[in-house]
């Protein structure tokens, strides 16, 4: 089955300056990837997500790369802001096959 | 509030007992999974369903484990004869039936085993 690995475990970042998270998978069918923000007792909630036949995709101070053929993709956050301090999960699922199989997650502190 | 929705929040129960957890889904949504989360790890998924059909089932899903969805809106999943590893975060999520749409999150029920 699919396998996500997800990199830095934990990251600081001085707020205002850009922060990367990154995730290998495993599966080369894999066709649909999401990024979700947990905050503390909270709901994950997808704050971007791209498919395989896109290579970027942009909203505001979030970006999402993906190369297909490394079997990796990235998420950046430029401008970080005190609020964007949470637990970021990448995931990763296949067409016809929808679950989600989430990396182990990077908890971002912005440093004001 | 249109999004998904769980109930109850939290649940504390002894070791042994049975617990029922509920599902509400975006009305829209014919999709509908759960998850199990520890602490400090990602969501692992259960099992789902479209519609009233279950699909697939983890093999995290022991037989302990039953999940329904009788008339294709919410869905319960409940746990028999718990025990102290069933002690985690339940999450139900909800999506639209075409491939790659956006699973959307409720806000989970956590379940403590004492």
């Known amino acids: 089955g699919e396998n996500v690995e997800q990199h830095p475990s934990t990251l600081s970042v001085q707020e205002g300056d850009s922060a990367v998270i990154k995730c290998t998978y495993s599966d080369s069918a894999s066709n649909y990837f999401p990024w979700y923000k947990q905050e503390l007792g909270k709901r994950p909630q997808l704050i971007i997500d791209?498919?395989?036949?896109?290579g970027e995709k942009k909203d505001q101070r979030i970006a999402v790369t993906l190369n297909k053929t490394a079997k990796h993709f990235s998420l950046h956050i430029t401008e970080t802001q005190p609020e964007d301090s949470a637990v970021y999960f990448c995931?990763?699922?296949?067409?016809?096959?929808?679950?989600?199989?989430f990396g182990t997650g990077t908890r971002l502190t912005i440093i004001p | 509030d249109t999004g998904v929705s769980q109930d109850p929040r939290h649940k504390i129960t002894k070791r042994g007992q049975n617990v029922t957890f509920r599902c509400d889904p975006i009305?829209?949504?014919?999709?509908l999974y759960w998850y199990r989360q520890t602490l400090g790890q990602g969501p692992e998924f259960l099992t789902y369903f479209q519609n009233e059909a279950q699909l697939e089932k983890s093999r995290l899903l022991s037989d302990r484990f039953s999940a329904e969805r009788p008339k294709g809106s919410f869905s319960t999943l409940e746990i028999q004869r718990t025990e102290q590893g069933d002690s985690a975060m339940y999450l139900c999520?909800?999506?639209?039936?075409?491939?790659?749409?956006?699973?959307?999150f409720g806000d989970g029920t956590r379940l403590s085993i004492l």
């Open positions: 791209i498919r395989s036949n896109v």
């Open positions: 009305s829209e949504h014919n999709r």
């Open positions: 999520a909800s999506s639209l039936g075409q491939p790659g749409q956006p699973q959307h």
């Open positions: 995931a990763a699922s296949t067409k016809g096959n929808e679950k989600l199989t």
